[in-house]
């Protein structure tokens, strides 16, 4: 009977492992196998250990009397979050980081695994450590709910939230060692994760401290609103940080594009949806939007450059995959590959995000009259700024281009480099005029973008702000009149031969589909009637 | 015209292929097309251009310019439609800490989506085949250079591709385990898989392949049979005779022929650049035995290969 419950057992795990993530299956192999894992974990039981029996000891007779769950519970966070926020997400991305070194990198990509594949695998094996330790830890952390002083929804933010913490971090580190870097480079991207850990070992630390001593969490509508949007944001951001770490394992000839702008799309539908949650229902403070504005600005900087740098030349295999239909292409359009299209596409998006936010301070039931007075100069600087260096920064890459071949990553040194002239060159110009003393901004100082924004809030003439996007406006549109002829891509037939051999691998799937079903049924049935007898 | 190893269609086919690293051209403007079930070798001195391009075919690395076909796909276009059909083995073998040979092979067998009974059986067979059944069960890292070799060749045989890319998979092996690789090609060759495989050592693919390629700063200098290399590089085999007493009447009846060039007489000996073939080279020993004369002695030597390769390269090698 056991023995065959044991092969029943054995087969339908290792039908199981058929379906898992081939990478899932061999790190955890491994993993098993490592010096590291098992100092972790015996580690990690210890530290439990002693804490739980010295705080004991330190609070012998009270702990009878007093509920004494909170001080144990901030221990065992300290314990837990050495694993989760450092060890876990270091390993992912010297995992990642030492296939790239070793050259089975190369191995994988030859196999049937996507590069997605690649990268979901090394993250789920890294959430798999996850459970790991926190299973181990789960005992103690039931003993501090028997101690009293913390409740479950404490304990399940404090929990939830170092697995999404942690689980950011993996994705960061993943994305950073799948990013291209030579030798030095990897130790640069070692230690911009390091600093990264160690800003979130703070932050979250003192969050989940605060929260545990003060006991934060009741079920209110606002804290769980708060959840809900973090969540939003750690799975948006993972995913275009995973994507973004696919794309460059890809090959060159892939469309590399067109999935990030998708993930980024969904990103900032996400978080302006979460916004206007919190100023509509929750009545939010009206000044959370021009830190929002700002938020935008940066990520649609950084990644507009990044579009910008792109090549304009699309491979045929790109544009085999256009919508079929000339309608298609042209609600597409803005989605296909190119610098032409990153450029309308990230200051659209921009654009679009100011006006949602503008729209949300005009519906706000809480917002005081001038709230858009306010909020508006900003929104137009920011967004005539980023229409204005954006177009230089694709000028330049166009001259790039035309001598060699290059990285999008350099249309953001580009992007700094354009930035950082346009400040300083006028403000140099001026403080030498000035014979090194002390002047006010002037209209001289339009490029300086760092001054103005800073003088935004002590009062600028008001038509400032409506100047840097006059001129900024002003480039774009002859950026897109002149350079990007935004002519649609022509789509390119697949060969048959693709075609066929797509069929038939679709064809194979489900004969192997019906087949293992059947394999299945049939084996219950043997099962049964072996019972019968 | 595309030069093309062995008869039928072509499985591998470069179309003048380029890869430049900044100003290195790394490969510059490489043609050639290798039909089912050949043996075609790619030989070199380091820095060539042989990894670069085998990459380009593996789809790990675009062409600059050019277009590399595998069974009628591109690696340009259709990646993932090439790689089922490839078996890469790069000159670095890359493993895994903390796993053994069985489940390194298993590990790629899963990526290749073998699944089940599949992957069990075509494991057992790949172990078998390489001969690495019995170290099924030792760590990977840690055994032998041969035996990583027999290992990594296993990993490329996995899903069973119609091409083999091989970078230079006899390098660093001692006699004995090259004689072993060389009858494991010679196996695969016969079950009519098309390889590409390279050294930087001629006499290592002399005998496996049915063509080689002699490539150089990037570009393919020669291509074809090695015979034929030799024949085309070199038109005159050296014939040396010896002739008892005769050595003087010998050349001047040589002299006659119009395929013996630069006749030298120095003793008995006679020596003389010769460009007929064997036929030709029978003619002449029979017409100086005819005459009469004492030939003791015929040898025709070709150059040796290493001969013919620093011949073909002369001039670029500095
Ligand atoms: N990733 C790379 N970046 C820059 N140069 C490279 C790169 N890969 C190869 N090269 C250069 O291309 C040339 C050919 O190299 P390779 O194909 O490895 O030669 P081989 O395999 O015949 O020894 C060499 O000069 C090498 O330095
Ligand atoms: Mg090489």
């Known amino acids: 009977m056991t023995g065959r419950t044991m092969e029943r057992l054995d087969r339908w795990t290792e039908r199981m492992g058929d379906w898992l993530n081939p990478i899932l299956v061999k790190e955890t192999r491994q993993t098993l196998k490592s010096r590291q894992f098992i100092v972790t974990f015996s580690l990690l039981l210890l530290a439990a250990w002693g804490w739980t029996a010295a705080a004991i000891a330190m609070s012998m007779p009270r702990i009878y009397y007093v509920p004494s769950g909170q001080p144990m519970l901030v221990g065992y966070y300290l314990v837990l979050a050495v694993p989760m926020l450092l060890v876990v997400p270091l390993a992912a991305h010297r995992s990642l980081a030492a296939e790239v070194d070793d050259g089975t990198l190369d191995l994988l990509s030859v196999t049937n695994l996507s590069p997605l594949q690649i990268i979901t695998g090394k993250l789920a094996s890294g959430g798999l450590q996850m459970m790991l330790y926190f299973v181990a830890l789960m005992p103690c952390v039931a003993f501090c709910y028997v101690l009293r002083g913390v409740d479950l929804m404490t304990i399940g933010t404090l929990l939830g939230g170092t697995a999404e913490v942690a689980t950011l971090l993996t994705v960061v580190g993943l994305f950073l060692a799948a990013l291209p870097s030579g030798r030095g480079g990897q130790f640069v991207m070692m230690v911009v994760m390091l600093i990264l850990i160690g800003i979130a070992e703070f932050a979250f630390g003192g969050f989940a401290i605060g929260m545990i001593t003060q006991g934060g969490g009741e079920a209110s509508g606002e804290w769980i609103f708060g959840i809900v949007a973090s969540l939003l944001f750690t799975a948006t951001v993972s995913a275009i940080l995973l994507i973004a770490a696919a794309v460059q394992l890809a090959p060159p000839s892939e469309n590399r594009s067109t999935p990030l702008r998708r993930a980024l799309l969904v990103h900032q539908t996400a978080m302006t949806g979460c916004l206007a949650y919190a100023m509509l229902v929750l009545e939010a403070d009206w000044q959370v939007i021009v830190p929002c504005v700002y938020y935008a600005a940066a990520l649609w900087a950084v990644i507009g450059a990044l579009m910008v740098g792109e090549s304009g030349v699309l491979t045929p295999r790109v544009r085999r995959d256009l919508p079929g239909t000339f309608l298609g292409r042209a609600l597409a359009v803005w989605l296909t590959p190119g610098p032409g299209t990153g450029l309308v596409f990230s200051v659209s998006c921009m654009l679009l995000f100011s006006l949602a936010a503008i729209g949300l301070l005009i519906l706000s039931p809480s917002a005081p009259g001038d709230a858009i007075d306010r909020t508006l100069p900003h929104a137009l600087t920011l967004g005539g700024y980023l229409m204005l260096f954006l177009s230089v920064t694709r000028w330049i890459m166009q001259l790039i281009r035309l001598r060699s071949v290059t990285h999008p990553g350099v249309a953001v040194a580009v992007l700094g480099l354009v930035a950082s002239v346009a400040a300083i060159a006028p403000y140099s110009a001026a403080l030498h005029l000035h014979d090194y003393r002390s002047f006010p901004w002037s209209h001289w100082q339009l490029t300086n973008w760092a001054w103005t924004i800073v003088e935004l809030e002590s009062g600028l003439s008001s038509d400032v702000p409506y100047l840097v996007f006059g001129s900024g406006a002003t480039l774009f549109a002859l950026n897109v009149v002149l350079l990007g002829r935004a002519v649609l891509p022509q789509r390119v037939a697949t060969p048959e031969r693709v075609l066929a051999e797509r069929a038939a691998a679709e064809r194979a799937a489900a004969e192997r589909a019906a087949a293992e079903k059947s394999l299945a049924e049939g084996a219950t049935v043997g099962f049964d009637s072996g019972a019968m007898r | ?318």
């Open chain 2, 1 to 318: 015209m595309i030069p093309t190893v062995g008869e039928g269609e072509a499985v591998i086919e470069l179309r003048r292929v380029h890869r430049f690293f900044g100003k290195t051209r790394a490969v510059d403007d490489i043609s050639f097309a290798v039909a089912r079930g050949s043996v075609f070798g790619y030989i070199g001195p380091n820095g060539a251009g042989k990894t670069t391009s085998m990459r380009i075919l593996a789809t790990l690395e675009l062409p600059s310019y050019g277009d590399a076909i595998v069974d009628g796909f591109s690696v340009v276009n259709d990646p993932e439609m090439v790689r089922k059909r490839l078996g890469f083995m790069p000159d670095a073998f890359g493993t895994y800490a903390n796993v053994n040979c069985a489940e390194y092979l298993d590990f790629f067998a899963r990526s290749y989506g073998l699944v089940g009974r599949e992957r069990t059986q075509r494991l057992k067979r790949v172990l078998e085949f390489t001969g690495a059944a019995g170290i099924a069960e030792k760590p990977i890292r840690g055994l032998s250079k041969g035996m990583k070799q027999r290992i990594c060749l296993g990993r490329a045989l996995m899903h069973d591709p119609a091409v083999l890319i091989l970078d230079e998979p006899a390098a660093g092996l001692d006699p004995r385990a090259r004689i072993e690789l060389r009858k494991m090609i010679g196996a695969l060759a016969a079950e009519g898989k098309t390889i590409l495989i390279s050294s930087h050592i001629l006499t290592e693919l002399a005998e496996m392949c049915d063509a080689v390629g002699i490539i150089e700063q990037g570009r393919l200098l020669a291509t074809g049979s090695v015979e034929e290399i030799q024949r085309q590089r070199q038109q005159h085999r050296e014939l040396t005779l010896r002739v008892m007493h005769g050595a003087a009447e010998a050349a001047e009846r040589l002299g006659q022929r119009d395929d013996c060039l630069e006749i030298r007489v120095e003793g008995d000996w006679v020596r003389t650049a010769f460009s007929g073939d064997l036929a030709a080279q029978a003619d002449v020993l029979r017409d100086l035995v005819e005459a009469g004369l004492p030939v003791a002695e015929l040898t025709a030597r070709t150059k040796s290969l290493e001969d013919v390769f620093l011949q073909v390269t002369e001039g670029l090698v500095q």
